[in-house]
Nanobody
Framework: QLQLVESGGGLVQPGGSLRLSCAAS????????IGWFRQAPGKEREGVSC????????KYAASAKGRFTISRDNAKNTVYLQMNSLKPEDTGVYYC???????????????????WGQGTQVTVSS
């Protein structure tokens, strides 16, 4: 059974860091494209970043470039999102998901992804 489980969220002060994890099971991880999304209260879901588990190639939203780093550990079937210099506007529920398409066809639109995790809450506040 395909499963994605996020962890690592929490409360952090502005300027702080968090590392989120997405543990995958039930599919061939090494061929997958895994993405991170977030949804703030009252806002639409936003694509943050995605990674090609095979090549390690990455894509980032403008809001994440220079502050967030996505990576993967194929031996652990896990994708990470390292978030630095966090801002209050980064607050939200963060989800990981597997793309339904190939790497070249995948964008950071939520519709490109299926098989979502349950999410982990990130709160950036002083």
């Amino acid at each position: 059974q395909l499963q994605l489980v996020e962890s690592g969220g929490g409360l952090v002060q502005p300027g702080g860091s968090l590392r989120l994890s997405c543990a995958a099971s039930g599919f061939t991880f090494g061929n997958a494209v895994i993405g991170w999304f977030r949804q703030a209260p009252g806002k639409e879901r936003e694509g943050v970043s995605c990674i090609n588990s095979s090549s390690g190639s990455t894509k980032y939203a403008a809001s994440a470039k220079g502050r967030f780093t996505i990576s993967r550990d194929n031996a652990k079937n896990t994708v990470y999102l390292q978030m630095n210099s966090l801002k209050p506007e980064d607050t939200g529920v963060y989800y990981c998901a597997r793309s339904r398409f190939s790497w070249t066809a995948t964008t950071l639109r939520g519709a490109d992804f299926g098989s979502w995790g349950q999410g982990t809450q990130v709160t950036v506040s002083s």
